[in-house]
């Protein structure tokens, strides 16, 4: 089967149930026969690339309810339509785009007119059973690499190949390629950096010296079935100290020793909604930040629509307090404010950004953005009329909505400004020593090749286009904050690193297998963005 942008296109599957022919609702379809290997290989699909939208149990998110009493509503030739040709609210055409074939379209068509099947837990002892210490942490360097400047190397996803490229942002060398979980998701360092860690969609966390030379795979363990983020503590006493791991699936967060990855503790994130008070036995927990003003993690939980303050400062004796605060449904991703008070987090199904006080430890706003906000990180700017600022890009509209951050204004936490972009994007960009904010249109079928580039200074002017021969995601920047690299997302994959000030193009690195995610050592390690 076709992988490529595979996960691109989950990012904007829903709405399996518009359009078709429907039933009535007291007239049921009946359940489709399959047989066990069938089931098999329709549950590995389904996973790989509709649970991340609909959610394991179909009970919908980003995606539609997809569980059997709505699926069978509607006849199989219905359903197949839908999965081949998609639907112009943003379900893909996975056999269309050639991603599935006639025969799993149809596969997919019957599984989701039968049973959901109950995924299965993954306790301490399996955790434990995982867990691998590559190279103890008394046979690692004591000190960085000689005549490395290893703070501005760069991790980037190799998607599909489940592996992380260590590109060195001095000389643009591969210095490795190194082995992590299933379609890899995303990467973080540790407060100081040393370290690097990734999840794979698969619940595998992995962690990465940047000390050794070349740099290398240290320990991994797999934290549960399905995952999307991780991240470390950072506050001042508790650097490089503890990693945590948010789960899809079980829906959990787990707690792991910062220099081997050891498993120290599970805390289950199954709840209520915090508006209806709905009880969701799949509440996934979704973009995790590492506070720098408290030894605190901010997770977000995203079918309960609540935001987790964790402290961790008691972890010694296995403690830790949680509090607990409302926001909106369902959260995504999001990041800081350039003072790294304010956590911001998209509630892509209510069209919502989420503002987070984490020193007052409360709700600031709910400000409606656009279609399905979607920030990445989001990108923190000076705007020449509005001051300090952060953005967003939106999966289902061509659109920057750009918020004020400074508590001062009258105006603050309202959209102070809004830029057409043209296409759905995935991602938004800038560094503190650049006025250019990048953003990509990876999910708009005209422009998925096109780079858009807004000039800070001059906001009301139409932005430079750059068009490549492939699909572009993620943009990065370099330790100085005068390069970015853009990937293009192909089998053939490259990351191509433009000069900030010309937007010529300075170096490519190429033979990347699906590059997607990058990240610098120092960017990500001091939270710039
Ligand atoms: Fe992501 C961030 C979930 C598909 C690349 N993605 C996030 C975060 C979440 C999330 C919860 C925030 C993590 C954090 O900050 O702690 N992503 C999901 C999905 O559920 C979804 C929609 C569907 C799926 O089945 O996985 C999905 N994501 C994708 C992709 O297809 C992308 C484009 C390619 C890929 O490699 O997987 C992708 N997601 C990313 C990246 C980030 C991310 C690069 C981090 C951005 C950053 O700058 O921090």
Not at 81 to 105: C, H, N, Q, S, V
Not at 349 to 368: F, H, M, P, Q
């Amino acid at each position: 089967m076709n992988r490529l942008l595979a996960v691109s296109t989950t990012i904007v599957a829903g709405l399996l149930l518009a359009g078709g022919t429907s039933v009535g609702a007291a007239d049921l379809q009946p359940v489709p026969k399959m047989t066990d290997q069938e089931y098999k290989d329709a549950q590995f699909i389904y996973f790989d690339r509709c649970s991340g939208c609909h959610g394991a149990l179909r009970k919908g998110a980003t995606g539609k309810n997809i569980t059997p009493d709505n699926t069978r509503k509607k006849t199989l030739a219905a359903l197949e339509k839908i999965l081949y040709e998609g639907t112009d609210g943003g379900m893909p055409g996975w056999g269309k785009d050639g991603f599935m074939t006639r025969a799993e379209t149809d596969l997919m068509a019957r599984f989701v007119q039968n049973e959901v099947p109950e995924p299965p837990e993954w306790n301490m002892k399996d955790m434990k059973k995982s867990w691998k210490v590559h190279v103890p942490v008394a046979d690692r360097p004591t000190s960085p690499p000689k005549g490395k400047n290893w703070q501005n190397y760069f991790g980037v996803v190799l998607r599909d190949a489940g592996k992380v490229a260590i590109i060195d942002g001095d000389t643009k060398k591969t210095l490795n390629i190194i082995d992590s979980g299933f379609a890899t998701h995303i990467l973080r360092t540790s407060a100081s950096g040393r370290y690097m860690y990734a999840i794979g969609r698969d619940g595998k966390a992995t962690m990465m010296d940047m000390w050794a030379d070349p740099p290398d795979l240290v320990a991994e363990v797999r934290t549960g079935i399905d995952a999307r983020s991780i991240d470390t503590s950072k506050f001042k006493g508790f650097e490089d100290k503890y990693a945590v791991v948010g789960d899809y699936w079980p829906p959990h967060y787990v707690i792991l020793e910062g220099d081997t990855l050891k498993p120290l503790k599970i805390v289950g994130t199954r709840g209520y909604t915090y508006d209806t008070n709905e009880y969701r036995d799949e509440t996934r927990v979704a973009s995790i930040v590492a506070s720098h003003n408290a030894p605190e993690w901010i997770l977000t939980l995203k079918e309960t629509g609540v935001v987790l303050l964790v402290d961790y400062s008691r972890m010694e004796d296995g403690t830790i307090t949680e509090t607990k605060i409302n926001a909106e449904r369902f959260l995504h991703d999001g990041g800081w404010d350039s003072t790294k008070r304010y956590f911001l987090v998209a509630a892509n199904a209510r069209d919502t950004i989420s503002v987070i006080d984490t020193v007052e430890r409360k709700l600031v706003a709910n400000i409606i953005t656009g279609t399905k906000p979607h920030p990445g990180r989001g990108a923190n700017w000076v705007d020449p009329e509005f001051g300090r600022v952060w953005a967003t890009v939106h999966l289902g509209e061509g659109l920057v909505s750009i918020i004020s951050t400074d508590p001062t204004k009258d105006y603050a936490w309202t959209v102070v400004r809004e830029w057409e972009l043209g296409g759905n994007s995935l991602f938004i960009k800038t560094h503190p020593n650049s006025t250019n904010v990048y953003c990509d249109n990876t999910i708009n079928q005209e422009k998925s090749h096109v780079l858009t580039v807004f000039d800070i200074n001059k906001p009301d002017a139409l932005p430079r286009e750059i068009t490549f021969k492939k699909k572009v995601v993620h943009m990065e920047f370099n330790k100085d904050g005068d390069e970015v690299w853009v990937s293009l997302w192909d089998k053939d994959g490259e990351v191509v690193i433009l000069d900030d000030k010309t937007l010529k193009e300075k170096a490519r690195v190429k033979g990347l297998y699906t590059p997607t995610g990058k990240f610098n050592v120092y960017n990500t390690m001091n939270d710039i963005y």
